[in-house]
């Protein structure tokens, strides 16, 4: 089993800390500490001169153990565990590597409840390997819920009892699978991170396995469900239909059987201009693009999104017609920085590449220039068009 010291935890969320996005002092509201991914607290009771001296005050272990795979088939093993909590009203919520949702006292490590969606009993959907790293939280007075993505299916907790809310979806659970662009084998998807909640929506997007390699596989989309109905309110198809902008990316009519694109990685969102920020990842298939040539609209792209409705304001494309699985795996930063002494507010969006993009957060105008320059098509992959150029940020420079 794995030990999960979750003070240790919250230790660093105190030396982090700003307290922003409606949360009091001390709380952990979303997986970057709130949804603009600061991951700053407040907090200064733990500080550079006292942090040597932290010990360990209590110790939760998770419940997650190898388990038999379904019909005969390999074990579903535990992966390493990757959640990060949330603290709310001292109780801290987070899930295990098989998406058992687990609420905790935050003083002494009680265990509250545990709610598990037995996702361990379907096939893995690369491997036979889980990992999972957190859940969302919604409230309204004293209704509190914690959402949960665990594989096709999202959750809706009651925060005080762990128990799924009658009125949401189906008995609590939203089939994420069901109304997208093809009928697929619902198992093949999955969700390893934290749902986005703005207002009464919750966002949520999907995990598809890199191996999954053939026409029509899953396909990507980000959707937004009433947080108390569970109706679908929007969806965003991110290889766009025709007669949708970017589908003429999409060469040999390689939209109509193209999946993955998908968003795994955590969104932020600007509260106050309701605008929701989407990492969106490669389309299948991750190393070979012979048959959907073009760039490939809107693989591996920062979106910006009105969040009540869907609708894009702008977009741009990190990598065009990807080839080596550069999807855009970290949460966009929504920072306020001052160049030339003009104040901005900026989306900060760092790649695997090493690079990092930002744009002014409102019209996604670059805050430095982003230069298109050549870059080799040399290849001997049959059927491979390599795009020529790809965009390079001229600052800050690369990390990596």
């Given at each position: 089993?794995?030990?999960?010291?979750?003070?240790?935890?919250?230790?660093?969320?105190?030396?982090?800390?700003?307290?922003?996005?409606?949360?009091?002092?001390?709380?952990?509201?979303?997986?970057?500490?709130?949804?603009?991914?600061?991951?700053?607290?407040?907090?200064?009771?733990?500080?550079?001169?006292?942090?040597?001296?932290?010990?360990?005050?209590?110790?939760?272990?998770?419940?997650?153990?190898?388990?038999?795979?379904?019909?005969?088939?390999?074990?579903?093993?535990?992966?390493?565990?990757?959640?990060?909590?949330?603290?709310?009203?001292?109780?801290?919520?987070?899930?295990?590597?098989?998406?058992?949702?687990?609420?905790?006292?935050?003083?002494?490590?009680?265990?509250?409840?545990?709610?598990?969606?037995?996702?361990?009993?379907?096939?893995?959907?690369?491997?036979?390997?889980?990992?999972?790293?957190?859940?969302?939280?919604?409230?309204?007075?004293?209704?509190?819920?914690?959402?949960?993505?665990?594989?096709?299916?999202?959750v809706s907790l009651d925060a005080k009892t762990g128990k799924p809310v009658p009125g949401f979806g189906s008995n609590g659970i939203v089939d994420l699978s069901d109304g997208l662009r093809w009928k697929f084998d619902k198992v093949l998807?999955?969700?390893?991170?934290?749902?986005?909640?703005?207002?009464?929506?919750?966002?949520?997007?999907?995990?598809?396995?890199?191996?999954?390699?053939?026409?029509?596989?899953p396909p990507g989309a980000l959707r937004a469900y009433n947080v108390r109905t569970g109706k679908e309110v929007w969806t965003w198809h991110t290889v766009p239909r025709p007669g949708e902008f970017g589908n003429?990316?999409?060469?040999?009519?390689?939209?109509?059987?193209?999946?993955?694109?998908?968003?795994?990685?955590?969104?932020?969102?600007?509260?106050?201009?309701?605008?929701?920020?989407?990492?969106?990842?490669?389309?299948?298939?991750?190393?070979?693009?012979?048959?959907?040539?073009?760039?490939?609209?809107?693989?591996?792209?920062?979106?910006?999104?009105?969040?009540?409705?869907?609708?894009?304001?702008?977009?741009?494309?990190?990598?065009?017609?990807?080839?080596?699985?550069?999807?855009?795996?970290?949460?966009?930063?929504?920072?306020?920085?001052?160049?030339?002494?003009?104040?901005?507010?900026?989306?900060?969006?760092?790649?695997?590449?090493?690079?990092?993009?930002?744009?002014?957060?409102?019209?996604?105008?670059?805050?430095?220039?982003?230069?298109?320059?050549?870059?080799?098509?040399?290849?001997?992959?049959?059927?491979?068009?390599?795009?020529?150029?790809?965009?390079?940020?001229?600052?800050?420079?690369?990390?990596?």
């Amino acid at each position: 089993m794995r030990i999960v010291t979750l003070v240790a935890i919250v230790g660093l969320v105190a030396v982090a800390g700003v307290q922003s996005q409606n949360r009091a002092p001390g709380e952990w509201i979303d997986y970057g500490g709130d949804v603009t991914g600061s991951k700053y607290s407040a907090l200064s009771d733990i500080t550079r001169e006292n942090v040597s001296r932290l010990q360990i005050a209590w110790e939760w272990r998770s419940p997650d153990k190898p388990m038999p795979g379904p019909s005969g088939s390999a074990s579903t093993i535990p992966g390493t565990f990757q959640s990060t909590p949330l603290m709310l009203d001292n109780v801290l919520y987070f899930s295990t590597q098989f998406g058992r949702t687990v609420a905790l006292d935050g003083e002494t490590g009680r265990e509250l409840w545990i709610y598990d969606p037995e996702t361990w009993r379907e096939p893995g959907f690369v491997s036979t390997e889980r990992n999972h790293r957190g859940v969302a939280a919604w409230r309204d007075g004293d209704d509190v819920r914690i959402f949960l993505a665990a594989k096709w299916r999202l959750v809706s907790l009651d925060a005080k009892t762990g128990k799924p809310v009658p009125g949401f979806g189906s008995n609590g659970i939203v089939d994420l699978s069901d109304g997208l662009r093809w009928k697929f084998d619902k198992v093949l998807m999955s969700n390893l991170t934290a749902p986005t909640i703005y207002k009464d929506l919750v966002i949520v997007g999907s995990a598809i396995g890199d191996r999954l390699m053939f026409r029509n596989d899953p396909p990507g989309a980000l959707r937004a469900y009433n947080v108390r109905t569970g109706k679908e309110v929007w969806t965003w198809h991110t290889v766009p239909r025709p007669g949708e902008f970017g589908n003429d990316t999409w060469g040999q009519d390689s939209w109509a059987v193209t999946g993955h694109a998908n968003i795994w990685a955590k969104m932020s969102v600007d509260t106050a201009r309701g605008l929701l920020y989407v990492p969106t990842s490669t389309p299948s298939n991750d190393f070979y693009g012979g048959y959907r040539p073009g760039a490939n609209l809107f693989a591996e792209t920062l979106l910006c999104l009105d969040a009540a409705t869907g609708q894009r304001k702008w977009h741009f494309q990190t990598t065009h017609h990807g080839l080596w699985d550069y999807d855009i795996g970290s949460q966009p930063n929504l920072v306020t920085i001052t160049v030339n002494g003009r104040p901005i507010d900026a989306v900060a969006q760092v790649t695997k590449l090493g690079f990092t993009f930002v744009f002014d957060r409102v019209t996604g105008e670059p805050v430095w220039p982003i230069e298109e320059r050549p870059v080799s098509t040399d290849t001997n992959v049959p059927g491979e068009q390599v795009y020529p150029t790809k965009p390079f940020p001229t600052k800050p420079p690369p990390f990596g």
